[in-house]
């Protein structure tokens, strides 16, 4: 009996479902996808890139959805914000509080 980790599935899965897009814009559009817009923690642009759907003709552009953009910056922004906690910065004031 073979098994298949959920790495595999899920790559499986976006190919599938990828080909069967490409395959129907291809055919009854005559219409290439170029871009694809991705939430940063998929791995469907890597399956995407990695596959090379339409060969060497076409390469397709990875988009990113600004919420999630600004929700990996806040976050970094607020780490940094309790690691540097009461330390001074070069012009001597602290990152956060009055006049800043």
Do not use: P, W
């Not at 600004?66 to 070069?90: A, F, N, T």
């Amino acid at each position: 009996m073979v098994t298949k980790t959920s790495k595999i599935v899920k790559r499986d899965a976006i190919i599938i479902s990828m080909d069967s897009a490409v395959k129907r814009s291809l055919t009854f559009h005559n219409a290439r996808y170029t871009k694809c817009l991705d939430d940063g923690d998929s791995k469907a642009f890597v399956v995407i890139t990695e596959e090379n759907i339409y060969g060497d003709e076409f390469q397709v552009e990875k988009l990113e959805c600004i919420g999630h953009v600004m929700k990996r910056i806040g976050s970094r922004l607020r780490r940094l914000k309790e690691k540097m906690k009461g330390q001074l910065l070069y012009d001597g004031k602290r990152l956060s509080g009055k006049n800043r």
